[in-house]
């Protein structure tokens, strides 16, 4: 047995109280930390996975061409607002490549129907779906409905949509889903969605101004809603 000459034991008594608190504190503190690491990382890898939604195993082989109808926002969005989010969902949606996108404007809507915007819940006038099939050449019409709008953080967007054919009517696919920020697996998806982007000459960095942009965050929104339409 190593015996220690006896100042050596004296100090070694006195200073031991202090080492080992010290010593049990850094590793407890160093264990939290890994865990909150490991939580971090975790939560990191979920993803908002959209569930609400429902359509046919297939796109027909007949389907090529779809009208997509203005957004309907009522009165829950801003004229502007809605606009704004029209173009990005018409975006989003061509980038799908599924089939050919053609628009009609909401003055037309206004000329022929007597609106600008029809919700995929209410009744449509007489013949609607076989006129717009008639003078667009359009297998389908795509309804666009904001049910949840918050401009400011966090940032929440509803969309109910629905794929209707033109000939024989019936539903080829819906979704009613809501994107909100403060949900973790939604502002994850967000940073994800722009992770690739280029961000040469950008002065904000996406990933994080998507999270207050509603513009940006629409753009997220659309993809998602749209990457739940049956394959080819």
Not at 30 to 47: A, F, L, N
Not at 129 to 154: K, S
Not at 203 to 221: C, E, I, T
Request: glycine fraction near 6%; aromatic fraction near 10%; proline fraction near 8%.
């Amino acid at each position: 047995m190593m015996r220690f000459p006896f100042p050596f034991r004296f100090l070694l008594r006195s200073i031991c109280p202090l080492i080992l608190p010290g010593l049990a504190l850094g590793l407890a503190t160093g264990c939290q930390s890994t865990r909150e690491d490991i939580m971090d990382q975790v939560q990191e890898r979920e993803y908002f996975q959209p569930r609400n939604f429902q359509g046919e195993a297939r796109l027909p082989l007949t389907l090529h061409r779809v009208l997509l109808l203005p957004l309907c926002g009522g009165t829950l969005v801003p004229p502007e607002s809605a606009a704004a989010m029209e173009e990005v969902f018409a975006t989003e949606l061509q980038k799908q490549s599924r089939f050919e996108v053609v628009r009609i404007s909401r003055a037309e809507c206004r000329r022929r129907f007597g609106a600008e915007e029809f919700p995929s819940v209410a009744s449509l006038p007489h013949d609607f779906l076989t006129t717009l099939g008639r003078v667009h050449a359009a297998d389908a019409v795509l309804f666009i409905d904001l049910t949840t709008y918050r401009g400011y953080r966090p940032l929440a967007l509803g969309v109910r949509a629905k794929l209707a054919t033109v000939k024989d009517p019936r539903l080829l696919w819906m979704i009613d889903e809501i994107f909100s920020a403060d949900d973790p697996a939604v502002s994850n998806s967000v940073r994800h969605f722009y992770s690739g982007a280029d961000l040469a000459g950008i002065p904000l960095d996406p990933r994080h101004s998507a999270l207050q942009s509603p513009a940006k965050f629409a753009a997220y929104v659309a993809a998602a809603t749209f990457n739940t339409l049956p394959p080819r």
